[in-house]
C-alpha cells in the first residue's frame, strides 16, 4: 500500500501504526496516569510485519524519551524465549512491546512467568481466540487495534450498533479487530459495485 499503486489500498492500519499507537499508550499511561515508565523492551518476529510494528514503535518511544533497553527480533517459530525474556528482564525494562503471533506470544508471556518478569504489556490484539489460546497469562495485556467495537463512533450511531448486536447475536462474541475491517472491506466491495 505504499507503493503508489493507484487502485491498491488499505481499510485499516499499518503495522507501523500499530506499533507506534502501542509506544504512544505509554506515554498517556505516563503523562495521564502517573505510571513513571521510563525504560521500554521491543521484540518482534522479523517478517515484514514485526519489522514494520517495531519501526513505528521505535519511532514514537523515542520521540517521548523513552529509553529503549532491549530491541530484538526472532525467526518464525522460534521455541525458546527463555533467554531473551532473560535479557528483558535484565534490561530493567518496564514495559514490553511484543510483536509476533499466537504460538510465540505464548512462549514469551510463559516465559515471562517463569522468570518472575512482570512489566506493562502493550500487546497488538484483541481478538477473543487470544484469550482463549494464552489463558490467565493474558492477565495484565494491554493491547492496541486497528479497530474496537467498543467506541464512541460504534456506540453513538445506531447502525453500527445494531451490526455489533448482530454480529455477537449470530457468533456468540464481540465483533473483532479483523472482522470490522472485513465488513467495511466488503461494503466498499458492493458501493464499488453499485458505481460500475
Not at 519489522?51 to 514503535?57: C, N, R, V
Not at 525467526?75 to 510483536?99: E, I, Q, R
Request: hydrophobic share 40%.
Amino acid at each position: 500500500t505504499n507503493q503508489g499503486y493507484q487502485y491498491i489500498f488499505s481499510t485499516t492500519n499499518r503495522g507501523t501504526d500499530l506499533g507506534l499507537y502501542q509506544a504512544n499508550f505509554i506515554g498517556y499511561l505516563n503523562e495521564e496516569k502517573g505510571a513513571n515508565i521510563k525504560r521500554v523492551a521491543i521484540i518482534y518476529e522479523n517478517s515484514a510485519n514485526g519489522i514494520s510494528m517495531a519501526d513505528g514503535a521505535r519511532e514514537k518511544a523515542e520521540e517521548l524519551g523513552l529509553e529503549i533497553v532491549f530491541d530484538e527480533s526472532y525467526p518464525a517459530g522460534h521455541a525458546d524465549f527463555a533467554p531473551m525474556v532473560t535479557a528483558m528482564k535484565n534490561s530493567g525494562a518496564d514495559a514490553v512491546m511484543p510483536y509476533g503471533y499466537m504460538q510465540e506470544a505464548r512462549l514469551i508471556f510463559t516465559a515471562m512467568r517463569d522468570l518472575d518478569f512482570y512489566p506493562v504489556v502493550m500487546g497488538n490484539s484483541n481478538w477473543p481466540s487470544y484469550y482463549e489460546a494464552l489463558g490467565d497469562a493474558t492477565n495484565g495485556v494491554i493491547a492496541v487495534g486497528n479497530w474496537n467495537f467498543a467506541t464512541t463512533q460504534v456506540n453513538d450511531n445506531p447502525e453500527f450498533q445494531a451490526i455489533v448486536d448482530e454480529f455477537e447475536e449470530k457468533y456468540g462474541y464481540f465483533m473483532t479487530e479483523q472482522s470490522g475491517p472485513a465488513y467495511d472491506g466488503i461494503k466498499i466491495i458492493a458501493e464499488a459495485l453499485e458505481i460500475c
